[in-house]
DNA sequence: ATGGCCAATATGATTGGA
Protein backbone atom coordinates (compact mmCIF):
# COMPACT_ATOMS: atom_id res chain seq x y z
CA UNK A 1 0.00 0.00 0.00
CA UNK A 2 1.46 2.96 -1.71
CA UNK A 3 0.29 6.53 0.47
CA UNK A 4 1.25 10.15 -0.91
CA UNK A 5 0.71 13.26 0.36
CA UNK A 6 1.43 16.22 -2.38
CA UNK A 7 0.15 20.72 -1.95
CA UNK A 8 -0.73 20.88 -5.30
CA UNK A 9 -0.76 24.81 -5.28
CA UNK A 10 -4.10 24.63 -7.47
CA UNK A 11 -5.83 21.27 -8.68
CA UNK A 12 -6.65 23.11 -11.74
CA UNK A 13 -3.80 24.42 -12.90
CA UNK A 14 -1.77 21.12 -11.28
CA UNK A 15 -4.14 18.47 -13.48
CA UNK A 16 -1.74 17.29 -15.88
CA UNK A 17 1.29 17.17 -13.72
CA UNK A 18 -1.16 15.02 -11.19
CA UNK A 19 -2.16 12.65 -13.57
CA UNK A 20 1.71 12.83 -15.04
CA UNK A 21 2.88 11.58 -11.42
CA UNK A 22 -0.07 9.24 -10.57
CA UNK A 23 0.80 7.08 -14.02
CA UNK A 24 4.62 7.37 -12.46
CA UNK A 25 4.69 6.71 -8.65
CA UNK A 26 1.07 4.36 -8.79
CA UNK A 27 0.18 5.41 -5.38
CA UNK A 28 -2.78 3.52 -3.65
CA UNK A 29 -4.24 6.33 -1.47
CA UNK A 30 -3.22 10.03 -2.10
CA UNK A 31 -3.58 13.28 -0.10
CA UNK A 32 -4.04 17.28 -1.46
CA UNK A 33 -3.67 20.30 -0.46
CA UNK A 34 -4.33 23.72 -1.26
CA UNK A 35 -6.65 22.49 -4.19
CA UNK A 36 -8.21 26.41 -4.40
CA UNK A 37 -11.65 25.14 -5.84
CA UNK A 38 -15.16 24.18 -4.77
CA UNK A 39 -15.97 21.06 -4.44
CA UNK A 40 -18.24 21.23 -7.60
CA UNK A 41 -14.98 22.54 -9.47
CA UNK A 42 -12.91 19.80 -8.74
CA UNK A 43 -11.71 17.78 -11.69
CA UNK A 44 -13.45 14.07 -10.62
CA UNK A 45 -13.56 12.45 -13.51
CA UNK A 46 -10.12 12.26 -15.16
CA UNK A 47 -8.97 11.30 -11.93
CA UNK A 48 -12.05 8.50 -11.65
CA UNK A 49 -10.78 7.50 -14.78
CA UNK A 50 -7.36 6.83 -13.58
CA UNK A 51 -9.05 4.20 -10.95
CA UNK A 52 -9.35 6.80 -7.71
CA UNK A 53 -12.73 7.25 -5.85
CA UNK A 54 -12.48 11.07 -5.08
CA UNK A 55 -13.60 12.84 -1.94
CA UNK A 56 -13.13 16.64 -1.83
CA UNK A 57 -13.50 19.28 1.00
CA UNK A 58 -13.00 21.85 -1.10
CA UNK A 59 -13.96 26.22 -0.83
CA UNK A 60 -13.41 29.08 -2.93
CA UNK A 61 -10.25 30.42 -3.40
CA UNK A 62 -8.09 29.36 -0.95
CA UNK A 63 -6.84 26.26 1.45
CA UNK A 64 -9.09 23.34 0.39
CA UNK A 65 -7.78 19.57 0.63
CA UNK A 66 -8.75 16.38 -1.02
CA UNK A 67 -8.13 12.32 -1.44
CA UNK A 68 -7.78 10.12 -3.90
CA UNK A 69 -8.38 6.08 -3.23
CA UNK A 70 -8.13 2.93 -5.47
CA UNK A 71 -9.83 1.44 -2.66
CA UNK A 72 -13.49 2.49 -1.94
CA UNK A 73 -13.99 5.22 0.82
CA UNK A 74 -15.91 3.94 3.99
CA UNK A 75 -16.52 6.86 6.05
CA UNK A 76 -15.50 10.50 4.65
CA UNK A 77 -15.51 13.43 7.43
CA UNK A 78 -14.48 17.33 6.61
CA UNK A 79 -13.25 19.07 9.28
CA UNK A 80 -11.03 19.28 12.70
CA UNK A 81 -12.37 18.61 16.13
CA UNK A 82 -12.97 22.15 17.59
CA UNK A 83 -13.87 23.84 14.34
CA UNK A 84 -17.04 25.93 15.51
CA UNK A 85 -17.12 28.84 13.78
CA UNK A 86 -13.49 27.90 11.17
CA UNK A 87 -14.49 27.87 7.84
CA UNK A 88 -11.47 27.21 6.38
CA UNK A 89 -11.21 23.73 4.34
CA UNK A 90 -8.05 22.26 5.93
CA UNK A 91 -9.07 19.02 7.11
CA UNK A 92 -10.48 15.47 5.21
CA UNK A 93 -10.66 12.42 7.52
CA UNK A 94 -11.36 8.76 5.59
CA UNK A 95 -11.53 5.51 6.57
CA UNK A 96 -10.73 2.28 3.90
CA UNK A 97 -10.70 -1.55 4.33
CA UNK A 98 -7.77 -3.11 3.65
CA UNK A 99 -6.68 -6.97 4.54
CA UNK A 100 -5.13 -5.98 7.99
CA UNK A 101 -8.36 -4.54 8.60
CA UNK A 102 -9.32 -0.37 8.84
CA UNK A 103 -7.04 1.84 7.44
CA UNK A 104 -7.47 5.80 8.59
CA UNK A 105 -6.17 8.34 6.36
CA UNK A 106 -6.10 12.04 6.85
CA UNK A 107 -5.64 15.07 4.60
CA UNK A 108 -4.96 17.85 5.90
CA UNK A 109 -3.52 21.49 5.32
CA UNK A 110 -2.05 22.83 8.56
CA UNK A 111 -2.62 27.07 8.78
CA UNK A 112 0.80 29.27 7.85
CA UNK A 113 0.18 31.46 10.70
CA UNK A 114 2.61 34.87 9.40
CA UNK A 115 3.17 37.01 10.15
CA UNK A 116 4.24 35.49 13.54
CA UNK A 117 2.77 38.79 15.63
CA UNK A 118 -0.32 38.56 14.58
CA UNK A 119 -4.04 36.69 15.32
CA UNK A 120 -2.71 34.39 12.24
CA UNK A 121 -0.15 33.01 14.08
CA UNK A 122 -2.39 32.23 17.18
CA UNK A 123 -5.39 30.24 14.63
CA UNK A 124 -1.99 28.32 13.67
CA UNK A 125 -1.09 27.22 17.47
CA UNK A 126 -4.68 26.67 18.38
CA UNK A 127 -4.64 24.45 14.92
CA UNK A 128 -2.18 22.53 16.12
CA UNK A 129 -3.78 22.07 20.14
CA UNK A 130 -7.35 20.88 18.14
CA UNK A 131 -4.84 18.65 16.06
CA UNK A 132 -2.95 17.14 18.95
CA UNK A 133 -6.61 16.81 20.98
CA UNK A 134 -7.69 15.15 17.40
CA UNK A 135 -4.58 12.58 17.99
CA UNK A 136 -4.94 11.88 21.36
CA UNK A 137 -8.40 10.57 20.42
CA UNK A 138 -7.87 8.62 17.15
CA UNK A 139 -4.69 6.91 19.00
CA UNK A 140 -6.92 5.64 21.56
CA UNK A 141 -8.31 3.45 18.73
CA UNK A 142 -5.05 1.48 17.99
CA UNK A 143 -5.59 1.27 14.56
CA UNK A 144 -2.88 1.89 11.42
CA UNK A 145 -3.29 5.49 10.98
CA UNK A 146 -1.67 8.17 8.96
CA UNK A 147 -1.41 12.08 8.96
CA UNK A 148 -0.52 13.40 5.95
CA UNK A 149 0.14 16.78 4.49
CA UNK A 150 1.57 20.35 4.62
CA UNK A 151 2.43 21.11 8.36
CA UNK A 152 3.97 24.24 7.77
CA UNK A 153 6.12 23.26 10.08
CA UNK A 154 10.25 22.80 9.90
CA UNK A 155 10.92 20.08 12.62
CA UNK A 156 14.31 21.08 13.07
CA UNK A 157 17.52 23.22 11.65
CA UNK A 158 17.98 19.52 9.56
CA UNK A 159 15.04 20.35 7.64
CA UNK A 160 16.07 23.39 6.20
CA UNK A 161 18.79 24.55 3.87
CA UNK A 162 19.15 27.77 5.33
CA UNK A 163 17.62 27.20 8.64
CA UNK A 164 19.45 31.07 9.97
CA UNK A 165 16.51 32.30 6.71
CA UNK A 166 13.73 31.39 9.05
CA UNK A 167 14.37 31.61 12.88
CA UNK A 168 11.89 34.58 13.03
CA UNK A 169 9.28 32.73 10.26
CA UNK A 170 6.30 30.69 11.71
CA UNK A 171 6.89 27.80 10.42
CA UNK A 172 10.28 27.61 12.54
CA UNK A 173 9.23 29.35 15.81
CA UNK A 174 10.21 27.41 18.64
CA UNK A 175 6.38 27.34 20.00
CA UNK A 176 5.91 25.92 16.44
CA UNK A 177 8.05 23.68 16.92
CA UNK A 178 7.55 22.92 20.65
CA UNK A 179 3.68 21.78 19.06
CA UNK A 180 4.96 19.79 16.58
CA UNK A 181 6.90 17.51 19.00
CA UNK A 182 3.99 17.88 21.39
CA UNK A 183 2.34 15.83 18.41
CA UNK A 184 5.00 13.12 17.41
CA UNK A 185 5.16 12.64 20.99
CA UNK A 186 2.05 11.36 21.43
CA UNK A 187 3.47 8.33 19.44
CA UNK A 188 3.76 9.37 15.65
CA UNK A 189 6.58 8.28 13.40
CA UNK A 190 7.94 11.24 11.19
CA UNK A 191 8.02 8.27 7.75
CA UNK A 192 10.85 9.92 6.10
CA UNK A 193 12.77 10.67 9.41
CA UNK A 194 12.23 6.70 10.09
CA UNK A 195 14.08 5.92 6.65
CA UNK A 196 16.68 8.93 6.05
CA UNK A 197 18.68 10.81 8.23
CA UNK A 198 20.12 13.23 5.45
CA UNK A 199 20.01 16.88 5.89
CA UNK A 200 19.26 17.25 2.01
CA UNK A 201 15.37 16.49 2.23
CA UNK A 202 13.25 19.39 0.94
CA UNK A 203 9.63 19.09 0.11
CA UNK A 204 9.39 22.89 -0.40
CA UNK A 205 11.10 25.11 -2.55
CA UNK A 206 10.44 29.11 -3.19
CA UNK A 207 9.31 30.05 -6.41
CA UNK A 208 11.22 33.43 -5.56
CA UNK A 209 15.30 33.67 -6.29
CA UNK A 210 15.90 30.57 -7.43
CA UNK A 211 15.42 28.63 -4.57
CA UNK A 212 15.35 25.15 -6.51
CA UNK A 213 18.58 25.85 -8.62
CA UNK A 214 19.76 26.41 -5.06
CA UNK A 215 18.24 23.55 -3.39
CA UNK A 216 17.51 26.45 -0.86
CA UNK A 217 14.46 23.82 0.22
CA UNK A 218 12.50 23.19 3.40
CA UNK A 219 11.16 20.11 4.51
CA UNK A 220 7.24 20.86 5.45
CA UNK A 221 5.16 18.06 4.05
CA UNK A 222 5.04 15.59 6.32
CA UNK A 223 3.62 11.53 6.29
CA UNK A 224 3.17 10.53 10.26
CA UNK A 225 2.14 7.44 11.39
CA UNK A 226 0.71 5.75 14.26
CA UNK A 227 2.10 2.95 15.84
CA UNK A 228 0.30 0.31 14.11
CA UNK A 229 1.44 1.85 10.99
CA UNK A 230 4.73 2.24 11.68
CA UNK A 231 4.84 -1.26 12.48
CA UNK A 232 4.36 -2.21 8.37
CA UNK A 233 6.98 0.92 7.18
CA UNK A 234 8.40 -0.64 4.16
CA UNK A 235 10.43 2.42 2.63
CA UNK A 236 9.47 6.25 2.09
CA UNK A 237 10.63 8.97 -0.15
CA UNK A 238 10.40 12.64 -1.80
CA UNK A 239 9.54 12.84 -5.80
CA UNK A 240 12.25 15.90 -6.04
CA UNK A 241 12.37 15.76 -9.56
CA UNK A 242 8.57 17.20 -9.65
CA UNK A 243 9.78 20.25 -8.65
CA UNK A 244 11.45 20.37 -12.17
CA UNK A 245 8.34 20.19 -14.21
CA UNK A 246 7.76 23.17 -16.09
CA UNK A 247 5.14 25.31 -14.49
CA UNK A 248 5.58 23.03 -11.40
CA UNK A 249 4.06 23.13 -7.40
CA UNK A 250 6.20 25.10 -5.48
CA UNK A 251 5.69 21.17 -3.30
CA UNK A 252 6.65 18.31 -4.65
CA UNK A 253 5.11 14.84 -3.59
CA UNK A 254 6.42 12.45 -0.34
CA UNK A 255 5.05 9.39 -0.39
CA UNK A 256 5.65 5.87 1.82
CA UNK A 257 4.84 2.16 1.45
CA UNK A 258 3.54 0.23 4.06
CA UNK A 259 3.10 -3.61 4.10
CA UNK A 260 -0.76 -3.82 4.24
CA UNK A 261 -2.23 -5.29 1.22
CA UNK A 262 -5.51 -3.63 -0.33
CA UNK A 263 -8.61 -5.42 -0.54
C1' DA B 1 22.78 43.44 -3.91
C1' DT B 2 19.16 39.49 1.29
C1' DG B 3 16.07 40.56 -4.53
C1' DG B 4 13.96 37.55 -7.96
C1' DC B 5 7.23 34.24 -8.03
C1' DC B 6 2.66 32.33 -8.53
C1' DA B 7 -2.61 31.62 -8.22
C1' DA B 8 -7.38 33.40 -7.83
C1' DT B 9 -10.49 37.08 -8.30
C1' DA B 10 -16.42 39.97 -11.56
C1' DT B 11 -9.28 40.66 -12.66
C1' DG B 12 -6.01 44.88 -14.66
C1' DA B 13 -4.59 45.56 -8.22
C1' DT B 14 -5.07 42.99 -4.27
C1' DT B 15 -4.59 39.10 -1.18
C1' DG B 16 -2.38 34.95 0.43
C1' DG B 17 1.16 31.89 0.31
C1' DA B 18 6.00 30.25 2.83
Known amino acids: MRIAT ?26 LQEIKCIDEAFPREPLEALGYNVAVHGQKTFNGVALLSKYPFDEVAPGLIGHDGDVQARFLEALVSTKAGVLRVVSLYLPNGNPANTDKYTYKINWMDRLIQFSRERLKLEEPMLLCGDFNVIPTPADARRPEAWVNDALFLPKTREKFRALTNLGLTDAIRAVSDSDELYSFWDYQAGAFQKNDGIRIDHLLLSPQAADRLADAGIDKHVRGWEKPSDHVPVWVDLAIEGR
Open 6 to 31: WNVNSIRQRLDHLQTWLKERQPDIVC
